[in-house]
């Protein structure tokens, strides 16, 4: 993934719609936490469609940790989408 310069990084802040800036201050307040707090971690994973590999970044994490993180993320996705579906006995 390529990196943006300081001037691109301050220029995108300011061509996003207001509601996009306040949810880049809740996303920098989270990371945030996790440098300063030992308790946090976070995985971040950034991948564009086309490309066949993700770029993960850590904070406060060994591969293990973030591994366990990407797990429990996955079980919290999938409870997610499935919290509100039919029961099964439905689709017969």
């Known amino acids: 993934?390529?990196?943006?310069t300081d001037a691109n990084v301050m220029k995108?802040?300011?061509?996003?719609?207001?509601?996009?800036?306040?949810y880049l201050k809740l996303l920098l307040s989270r990371v945030m936490r996790c440098?300063?707090?030992?308790?946090?971690?976070?995985?971040?994973?950034?991948?564009?469609?086309q490309?066949?590999?993700s770029s993960v970044c850590t904070v406060n994490c060994d591969?293990?940790?973030?591994?366990?993180?990407?797990?429990q993320a996955y079980n919290?996705?999938?409870?997610m989408s499935t919290a509100d579906a039919p029961p099964k006995?439905?689709?017969n």
């Open 1 to 4: 993934m390529d990196e943006m």
């Open 12 to 22: 995108a802040i300011e061509d996003i719609d207001e509601d996009a800036r306040e």
């Open 35 to 49: 440098f300063v707090d030992p308790e946090y971690r976070a995985v971040l994973i950034f991948k564009r469609p």
């Open 51 to 53: 490309d066949d590999m």
């Open 63 to 71: 591969e293990e940790t973030a591994a366990n993180v990407l797990s």
């Open 76 to 79: 919290t996705m999938i409870f």
């Open 89 to 91: 006995e439905n689709f």
